[in-house]
């Protein structure tokens, strides 16, 4: 039983961060019709920034409480790197066929990829002192570091947040608004370019926070980018793109599908999660909670 | 088959093959006679050398995940051609110049990248390429094309026995992937002959099945007995592996071998070290050290048969007794301010083998050398490398001593290296199909000349 129970916390660990990706991805569709194919490489950053920032803290001495108050900062900078490139490389494309905005949100994929090469080199970055300022548990003879559960944690809240700030708020009317018809939106006297920014920075937030939280249990490693940006695509065809209640469904079935692929179809866990996409697109091509 | 092998006790047939543990190996070493590599050439070229610089192409992987790899791989070659091109060049004339092509590109790109290379940028020699998806795209293209290369990795099998199994210019530096695990089953059936229980854990690509394969058809062997309890392919560049972690901890087996590689494999054991994996099993690994030496942190567990794709770890051969490798070391820990991995060394030789082979061509012909020449200088060549001694046989595949380890905290390194006293050493001939063996779909349909060589000749030991 206790197997059981570290299996199911580690899909949900895994789908905690698949969310955040996967929402941020969503939640810029949403809004800006716009498939950011630089999301996982914005992942990654957040990463890196991260296991860097904790690394100078080590280095200076921080007390390892100290460094949880780092993890922010690695979202943070992703938010920051998007409210800069939302309205100088991405908003001229608004209008242009979806070709161009693939091309252009691919050109990006390089340019973070390389850049995240150039900074901080080929070797691996750990953060892991994150990991162990915080007691690992006993579960029925087996170990489970009380990290993870955090990070579990961080996944809830912020589907929670993300849910109130969009649906209950005065701000999440105005995304809705404009995500519903930007030309009415705009009529009726709201800043969309305002809106456009704060959704592409949210949206980025989430992925940097994302890659800031997972960096301490693995490691920020060259191509983590891509690797995030295939499967969060899986979660949003199975969830519906466009939709947070999708991101969330979404990652929690690839969570616990490939954990059963593992545990049970090891020689098909590549393709399990493919075949669950393929098949939710032959009954609802829209995904799962999809419109349009 | 099994009917006619022998039975054989488990220590005697090690002996056979030539295990030795403490690192006491270097075996067939110093044939040539003292270090050649950093030897001015003393005597000058004979005959009329033009002074147009040679131009290599060397791919690897420059972006994404592999470059791991690639930033040493890019390392070694530079270094190489930075100290030929101190003495002057090629035959004291002639300098090195690189262009490199990004091996993350994709097989196809890859290979219109040698295409191009050759035709456009004209270039003399082609040398690198890590994966085993590339090596056989891009060897026939460099064979159509007559394209000098000497392969740096992409180590699978596949590339001689059946993409070209007759090569006329491509030559390979690494070790043959097979003997990868076959090397990591000596290492298990010398130090824990006593596991039962096994349990896998490989990426799902060419090199992990190839890795599951050998090192199991090896173990059989050399400790019958064993049951696969558990099997975990994780897609290469994986890095969340906490399932597969728990996975193999349900089934409780003795030992754990992984093929996992480069970041995959920091992000893989940090993670099995909090959830307690090294405590309650043996680990044992094909590449786990096959990263750039500082990849891997203090936190490494020790006593985990930690692999180096059986081809060089910077420690050996240590101290004072191999001169090359500590020289060797020192002089790219000053240039690059880290210490080297397999990749840089077969690297760095790959420009050494070539300079050698074309001083004795030169000597043999005068001038500069043909391709033709150049190559009847390396089929066969001797030479002394920082791994030890290298020999590239006329079939075009270099051999090297297999080599293994066990992980360590040495107070010297600010990572986990090697145990000193545990490194196994194998000759490699010992573990690899010998020359003109039959190659698969000839006269069996093994995956590998390998696989069929061990099946065929390898008894089952008792004991």
Redesign the interface.
């Known amino acids: 039983m206790a197997?059981l129970t570290?299996?199911i916390l580690?899909?949900l660990?895994?789908a905690s961060?698949l969310f955040l990706i996967a929402a941020g991805l969503s939640l810029i569709f949403g809004v800006m019709r716009i498939i950011n194919l630089a999301h996982g490489s914005l992942y990654a950053v957040g990463a890196y920034v991260t296991a860097w920032l904790v690394g100078r803290g080590i280095a200076l001495g921080l007390p390892s409480g100290w460094l949880f108050l780092l993890l922010p900062f690695g979202a943070l900078s992703v938010a920051l790197i998007g409210i800069v490139i939302e309205p100088l490389l991405l908003r001229p494309f608004y209008r242009r066929a979806e070709e161009y905005q693939l091309l252009v949100t691919f050109g990006l994929i390089?340019i973070l990829?390389?850049s995240i090469?150039l900074i901080w080199?080929?070797?691996?970055l750990?953060a892991?002192a994150l990991?162990d300022a915080l007691p690992?548990i006993h579960v029925g003879g087996?170990?489970?570091?009380a990290y993870?559960l955090v990070v579990i944690g961080i996944g809830v809240v912020a589907a929670l947040a993300l849910w109130v700030a969009i649906y209950h708020t005065k701000f999440g009317v105005m995304l809705r608004a404009t995500s519903q018809d930007r030309r009415m939106a705009s009529a009726l006297g709201l800043n969309v370019g305002l809106v456009y920014v704060m959704a592409f920075g949210i949206g980025c937030f989430m992925a940097g926070l994302g890659g800031a939280i997972?960096v301490p249990?693995?490691?920020a490693?060259?191509?983590?980018g891509?690797?995030a940006l295939v499967i969060a695509f899986v979660v949003v065809v199975i969830g519906g793109l466009g939709s947070l209640k999708g991101a969330l469904v979404g990652a929690l079935v690839v969570s616990f599908v490939?954990?059963a692929g593992?545990?049970f179809f090891?020689?098909l866990?590549?393709a399990v999660l493919y075949l669950i996409a393929a098949l939710v697109l032959l009954v609802r091509p829209t995904g799962l909670f999809g419109t349009a | 088959m099994e009917k006619t092998t022998p039975s054989v006790n488990r220590r005697a047939f090690l002996n056979t093959l030539g295990v030795t543990v403490g690192g006491t190996g270097l075996i067939g070493a110093g044939l040539v006679g003292g270090s050649q590599l950093l030897k001015a050439a003393q005597d000058p070229a004979k005959g009329r050398v033009p002074d147009t610089p040679f131009k290599t192409g060397h791919m690897t992987f420059l972006t994404g995940a592999g470059a791991v790899l690639g930033e040493p791989s890019i390392k070694g070659h530079t270094m190489a051609a930075e100290e030929i091109n101190a003495q002057g060049g090629l035959l004291g004339k002639r300098k090195i110049e690189t262009i490199t092509a990004d091996e993350a590109a994709g097989t196809d790109a890859c290979v219109k990248e040698v295409r191009r290379m050759k035709l456009d940028a004209k270039i003399d020699m082609f040398t690198g390429v890590i994966s085993s998806g590339t090596s056989p795209a891009v060897g026939p293209v460099a064979e159509e094309l007559g394209l000098l290369t000497i392969l740096t990795d992409g180590c699978t099998d596949f590339l001689f026995d059946k993409a070209i199994p007759n090569p006329k210019y491509v030559f390979r530096i690494t070790n043959i992937q097979s003997s990868d695990g076959i090397t990591a089953a000596i290492g298990v059936a010398q130090t824990w002959p006593h596991v039962r229980k096994i349990a896998h854990i490989h990426p799902d690509y060419a090199y992990g099945r190839n890795a599951y394969e050998h090192f199991t058809l090896a173990l059989e062997r050399l400790v019958p007995g064993t049951e696969i309890v558990s099997e975990s392919w994780p897609k290469l560049f994986t890095t969340d592996f906490t399932a597969h972690i728990t996975k193999i901890m349900s089934a409780q087996p003795d030992l754990l071998v992984a093929s996992v590689w480069g970041g995959d494999y920091v992000a893989f054991y940090k993670q099995a070290l909090r959830y307690g994996l090294f405590d309650k099993m043996k680990v044992a690994s094909t590449i786990a050290f096959g990263v750039a030496p500082h990849a891997i942190g203090k936190d490494h567990p020790e006593g985990v048969l930690a692999g180096v794709h059986s081809n060089y770890y910077f420690t050996y051969p240590g101290g004072d007794r191999w001169p090359l490798n500590k020289s060797f070391v020192q002089r790219y820990f000053k240039r690059w301010n880290e210490y080297p991995n397999f990749q840089s060394e077969g690297a760095y030789m790959a420009l050494y083998l070539l300079k050698s082979a074309i001083e004795r061509a030169n000597k043999l012909t005068g001038g500069w050398p043909e391709d033709e020449a150049i190559i009847s200088q390396l089929e066969g060549i001797g030479i002394d490398a920082p791994s030890g001694y290298l020999y590239m046989r006329p079939d075009h595949q270099a051999y090297k001593d297999a080599v293994t380890g066990f992980s360590k905290n040495l107070p010297g390194y600010e990572f986990a290296s090697w145990d000193p006293a545990r490194i196994i050493t194998i000759p490699i001939r010992n573990i690899t199909a010998p020359l003109g063996w039959p190659k698969p779909g000839t006269t069996h349909n093994e995956s590998t000349a390998a696989a069929n060589w061990i099946k065929t000749t390898w008894p089952k030991v008792v004991g």
């Open positions: 197997f570290i299996q580690n899909s660990l895994y961060v390089q990829e390389d090469r080199g080929g070797t691996p750990s892991d990991m690992i087996l170990l489970y570091p993870n997972v249990t693995q490691a490693v060259l191509g983590m891509i690797d490939r954990t593992i545990q090891p020689e866990e590549l």
